[in-house]
T-cell receptor
């Protein structure tokens, strides 16, 4: 089955700086890569996703890049704000029935 | 109006008891899921149902039995609870099975087995 690794497990940045979270996957059949944000006491929420036919996708301050050859993808958050503090999960899926999640990154944005 | 709602939010119980967690989605989605999040925040799928039919059943002890009375509801019953069952359980839904699309999660049920 798929194995998704995520780094770092914790990340602290100053407000206004950028944050980068990296994931690798093992199954070359995976072709959909969503990112979820989980705030304290809540369920994960999709913030951005990318499909394997695209190398990069942006949505305001958030961007995701995908390198299919190296089997890794990254989340970039620019101009971080305190409300970006949360746990972020990457995931990979091939069929869309099964999503394999990374181990999560706890991001703290220091005001 | 909550899209995916699950109850209770907190569940504290003794080892050996039987408990249920209920989940309902009002999004009209065809597919519902149960995920388990352990103390290290690791999220792992347990079950997936499409239109009341089981489509994914990961390696989960048979003390866990999901039940889907209709496509808007997916409940999780757990028999003979063990200490290792302590975790946060998330219900989720998506519009179609087999498509690479957004999962909508409930807010979780924190289960503590004493």
């Amino acid at each position: 089955g798929e194995n998704v690794e995520q780094h770092p497990s914790t990340l602290s940045v100053q407000e206004g700086d950028s944050a980068v979270i990296k994931c690798t996957y093992s199954d070359s059949a995976s072709n959909y890569f969503p990112w979820y944000k989980q705030e304290l006491g809540k369920g994960p929420q999709l913030i951005i996703d990318i499909r394997s036919n695209v190398g990069e996708k942006k949505d305001q301050r958030i961007a995701v890049t995908l390198n299919k050859t190296a089997k890794h993808f990254s989340l970039h958050i620019t101009e971080t704000q305190p409300e970006d503090s949360a746990v972020y999960f990457c995931a990979a899926s091939d069929t869309g029935n099964q999503f394999y999640f990374g181990t999560g990154t706890s991001l703290t944005v220091i005001p | 109006d909550t899209a995916v709602s699950q109850t209770p939010k907190y569940l504290v119980t003794q080892m050996g008891n039987d408990k249920s967690i209920k989940c309902e989605q009002n999004l009209g989605h065809d597919t519902m899921y149960w995920y388990k999040q352990d103390s290290k925040k690791f999220l792992k799928i347990m079950f997936s149902y499409n239109n009341k039919e089981l489509i994914i059943n990961e390696t989960v002890p048979n003390r866990f039995s999901p039940k889907s009375p209709d496509k808007a509801h997916l409940n999780l019953h757990i028999n003979s609870l063990e200490l290792g069952d302590s975790a946060v359980y998330f219900c989720a839904s998506s519009q179609h099975p087999g498509r690479r699309e957004k999962l909508f999660f409930g807010s979780g049920t924190q289960l503590s087995v004493l």
